[in-house]
């Protein structure tokens, strides 16, 4: 089948297309393309089938991760393909350019292969190494082509492999591993653009708007704002980009720049410093609107002008997935997947940014923008206007409606106006298209019409008046309005930052709380206006953490025994465990301040258990001694039956795992007496665990089967046993 419009890979998919047989058992990675942008019921349609979907490909297609004995032949597809192995290897390595190092390469595999199976993947193969480098993004791995001159069938096996995504050439930092570090794109290597661009079909001019809705403090903010600004000027240095200030973060076409640390309400969380720099969301349709477009840079890195990290260079890469363009294979270019100070664009850059927009000083086809309309409204018409350039003059702009209305605009200059379009109820598609000599672009944007529109309304969940607490989580629900408000938060102490925000709830964690009053401010913002309330919250000197425990028997004959006091001070939130002097250990289940430990396990004889509260502000520990005196053993003879042992993790007779060694928890019990707990695996190893009526042993395991045996002894020489076959991955 041929995709229409086309997969937008740096490698596209070969005509007519190669299909490659499938392994006879287990799951593939293929690519699939929908005749429009996926919907939520196509998606679904594709999981139904047992299908893991894992990745947006422009156009309108996605790559899955499937069970190779699922037919999709009833889905309405344009395509449905493996990627060859060709399509694998980055073309500046497969045409031998110059600029390549040649034997080190950045291996992208697929999102859903862990760590460990990637690299058994690479050691597996002959005449490649895998190279330590720590940081690479997750799903990248350094590898060394020993051998030159057997480079092209070392990479062709690699690629052959289904879990590899794409190979990319390293740069010279990478190889020589010097510290590298990431710039995330929401798209994979094997991506060139992330669609048409800002332009729509076509290389047109377009004009954007800008907005800073939040600096860092590190710099002056005229100074920040300048370096990304200049960033902005590079990349309209080359092709026709307008940059425009703007009136709103969440206005069309409207790239927000904002930093920002942790998680700050896209989904996305930064990682702290010297990880991830910053992400951008591309343009529509790969990002929906508010957030195309969109630039985040993460606030706990160190921002710097003209040294690391260099706001321009940041930007200037960012600035790029913005317009469209996606990761570079080549070290040399600014869009490449990793950090380095630029002074400019690179020719690579520059010839893909050419790819979706007119070159500057041509004569552009056209460009088209549309005022952001309301996204709910209870009118029965709405007002539409934006602006149109061409050089070539004698631009018309019309119009069309889902409902089956259409209609022309009224163009003055470079501005245009259409009043009047009907809407139905529900959602109203509305497609404007500008037409010239030399060409058309189109834009469309969604209104929603409702029957009434309530009043934007916030509910913020009352908070504890006071608290020991470092930070304190808020919630609430925002409803009404146009249904997508944003909720943002300031404290009095300077801080802020974004809410999640899910249907018509709303959550913030972990709002650092000074000592005193604290108040917290809470807005929520659409495009029918805004509504904000504040709390307080008074932080307090932490009391120290106190503990007491009730004083238990000094004798008994009971084989356990429950154990209670209370746990009071500290940051409110302690938990509180026992420690027996036999091994056995637990925690008690605490209640306000009071704590329950009960069926605490007893042996014979002296009994010491040490009970610990412990919370944020540290930790207390009482010891208490309980002996517990024999009971008349059984006559002698009468006991032939061994101990019950239960195994308590893991709690299946069989178990996979990747771990080198697994700790086997469980209980046991005898009326003789408990004489000890053993354990022996087909691999040779044995050993005794630790405890008796409560035990545990952590258990070495090899690659493969293990089949894992414990054994229970009782005083009088009865066994019992229980066996579990662990599979070591």
């Avoid at 297309?17 to 939520?40: C, E, K, M, N, W």
């Avoid at 190779?68 to 493996?82: E, K």
């Avoid at 993004?137 to 082509?145: A, Q, W």
């Avoid at 069989?654 to 004489?675: E, P, Y």
């Amino acid at each position: 089948m041929l995709a229409q419009p086309p997969l937008r890979l740096k490698i596209p998919p070969p005509y007519p297309p190669v299909y490659q047989l499938p392994p006879p058992s287990g799951r593939i990675h293929i690519i699939v393309q929908f005749p429009g942008f996926p919907t939520a019921d196509a998606l679904l349609a594709l999981t139904a089938l047992g299908v893991e979907i894992l990745q947006y490909v422009p156009d309108n297609g996605v790559l899955v991760n499937m069970p190779v004995f699922a037919d999709l032949t009833t889905l309405p597809l344009h395509y449905l393909g493996v990627l060859t192995p060709p399509q694998k290897v980055s073309l500046l390595i497969a045409n031998r350019d110059p600029s390549v190092i040649r034997g080190y390469y950045v291996v992208e595999f697929h999102s859903d292969v862990d760590p460990a199976t990637s690299r058994s993947i690479i050691l597996s193969l002959p005449g490649i190494e895998w190279l330590e480098n720590s940081d690479l993004l997750s799903r990248h791995r350094l590898v060394h082509v020993t051998d030159l001159t057997r480079e092209a069938d070392v990479l062709a096996s690699l690629a052959a492999q289904d879990e590899v995504e794409f190979i990319f050439p390293a740069s010279s930092d990478i190889i020589q591993r010097n510290p590298v570090f990431a710039l995330a794109d929401t798209l994979n290597q094997n991506i060139l653009t992330t669609g048409d661009g800002w332009d729509g079909p076509g290389m047109n001019a377009v004009i954007l708007s800008y907005f800073f809705s939040h600096m860092t403090d590190q710099l002056p903010v005229a100074l920040t704002e300048s370096e990304i600004l200049r960033a902005m000027a590079t990349w309209a240095a080359v092709a026709q980009i307008t940059w425009l200030p703007g009136v709103s973060a969440t206005a069309a076409q409207t790239v927000n720049v904002l930093f920002a640390a942790g998680e700050h309400g896209d989904g996305f969380p930064f990682d702290g410093p010297g990880g991830i720099l910053a992400h951008t969301f591309p343009p529509p349709p790969t990002s929906a609107e508010p957030l195309a477009g969109d630039v985040h840079l993460d606030d706990a890195e160190t921002w710097h002008v003209g040294s690391n990290f260099d706001v321009f260079s940041v930007a200037l890469h960012e600035l790029g997935h913005s317009l469209g363009l996606a990761h570079s294979d080549d070290p040399n270019s600014v869009m490449y997947p990793y950090y380095r100070i630029w002074t400019g664009l690179q020719p690579s850059d520059e010839a893909t940014l050419l790819l979706l927009y007119a070159a500057k000083g041509a004569v552009p086809a056209i460009a088209l923008t549309i005022n952001a309309p309301p996204s709910v409204t209870a009118a029965t018409s709405i007002a539409l206007s934006g602006t149109v350039t061409s050089e070539s003059g004698g631009a018309a702009v019309a119009w069309s409606s889902s409902t089956g209305a259409y209609g022309s605009a009224i163009v003055t200059g470079a501005t245009w106006s259409i009043a009047n379009i009907g809407l139905a109820l529900g959602l109203n598609t509305i497609t404007v298209t500008a037409t010239n000599s030399t060409g058309s672009v189109s834009h469309s944007v969604a209104v929603t019409r409702q029957s009434v529109v309530s009043a934007l309304a916030l509910t913020v969940d009352a908070p504890p008046a006071t608290t020991t607490a470092t930070s304190i989580s808020l919630s609430g629900t925002v409803t009404g309005g146009s249904g997508n408000a944003s909720v943002t938060w300031w404290l009095s102490t300077g801080t802020s930052g974004y809410a999640i925000v899910t249907g018509a709830t709303w959550s913030i964690a972990n709002i650092g709380l000074a000592l005193g009053l604290n108040r917290i401010t809470v807005a929520a913002t659409d495009s029918t206006g805004s509504v904000s309330h504040s709390v307080t919250v008074t932080r307090q000197g932490v009391v120290p953490l106190a503990l007491t425990v009730n004083a238990p028997p000094a004798t008994t004959t009971a084989t356990s025994i429950s154990l209670s006091g209370t746990v009071t001070g500290g940051s409110g939130n302690a938990s509180v465990t026992w420690w027996l002097s036999t091994g056995a250990y637990g925690s008690a289940v605490v209640t306000g301040t009071n704590w329950l430990a009960a069926n605490i396990p007893l042996a014979i004889g002296l009994n010491s258990i040490t009970i610990t509260a412990a919370d944020t502000s540290g930790n207390v520990s009482r010891t208490v001694s309980v002996t517990r005196q024999d009971t008349a053993p059984p006559p002698p003879g009468t006991d032939t039956t061994g101990p019950t042992l239960t195994i308590l993790y893991p709690s299946t007779t069989s178990f996979a795992t990747t771990l080198a060694s697994l700790q086997f928890k469980g209980t046991a019990s005898d009326r003789s007496g408990v004489a000890s707990v053993t354990w022996s695996t087909n691999t040779g190893s044995s050993g005794t665990a630790f405890g008796t009526t409560q035990w545990s042993a952590t258990i070495p395991l090899l690659v493969g089967f293990n089949t894992v045996i414990l054994r229970s002894a009782d005083t009088v020489g009865n066994v019992s046993s229980k066996s579990v076959v662990v599979v070591r991955r």
